[in-house]
Every structure is written in C-alpha cells, then in structure tokens.
C-alpha cells in the first residue's frame, strides 16, 4: 500500500507562488506515475501535472509555463513529489490532491486547499 500526505497550499495573492509538497510512503517501489489534480468548487477533477517513475512529465496546457512538478526519489522509505506554482491566478483556487498510480491501484491524499486571491 501506498499512503500520501500533501501540503503547502495556502492563501496567496495573485502573481505569487506555491509549492505544494506530496510525501508517498509504504510499498513506494511500486509507484508508476504521480500526479497533481485539482478540483474547484462546482467544477470536476482535473489534471494538473504528471510525472512518471521514468521521468515523463505532461502538464495540462492552463498552467504550461507557470508551474513545475518535480522528484525527490533519494530516500529509500519517502517519495517526494513537488508542485512548484508560480504567477498565480485566480482561477488556479481548488483543492489541489496528490494522487499515485501502479499497477492495477491508485491512492489519493486528502487534499491541500490553494486560494489566490486577486
């Protein structure tokens, strides 16, 4: 089993900047891909930013050129995911969720709520 924690959103005016933390422990070996979502209020689940245990990375095109995800894979028992968030707007306020796939599983965190403010 895989278990996540994020953290890092906050309250934040818009132009500024975030970086979103998403810690994996457990049976860390067998993650496949990790990725950054977010959901606004009323509004579905979307993807945000991927990374794959082989480096591949894809970023939804609103945010391209703005935000960054990165690894930290140098620990034996933590896997840490990064969402550097910079020029915030407004519309980038959601609920941000950290979420790691493998074979035949995927594991969500809880959720880190991010608000820029205009």
């Known amino acids: 089993q895989v278990h996540l924690v994020e953290s890092g959103g906050g309250l934040v005016q818009a132009g500024g900047s975030l970086r979103l933390s998403c810690a994996a422990s457990?049976?860390?070996?067998?993650?496949?891909?990790t990725g950054w979502y977010r959901q606004a209020p009323g509004k579905q689940r979307e993807l945000v930013a991927a990374?794959?245990?082989?480096?591949?990375?894809?970023?939804?095109d609103s945010v391209k050129g703005r935000f960054t995800i990165s690894r930290d894979n140098a620990k034996n028992t933590v896997y840490l995911v990064y969402l550097q968030m910079n020029s915030l707007k407004p519309e980038d306020t959601a609920v941000y969720y950290c979420?790691?796939?493998?074979?035949?599983?995927?594991?969500w965190g809880q959720g880190t709520q991010v608000t820029v403010s205009s």
């Open positions: 979420k790691a796939g493998g074979y035949r599983y995927e594991t």
């Open positions: 457990g049976s860390i070996f067998t993650i496949r891909v």
């Open positions: 990374i794959t245990s082989d480096g591949r990375i894809n970023y939804a």
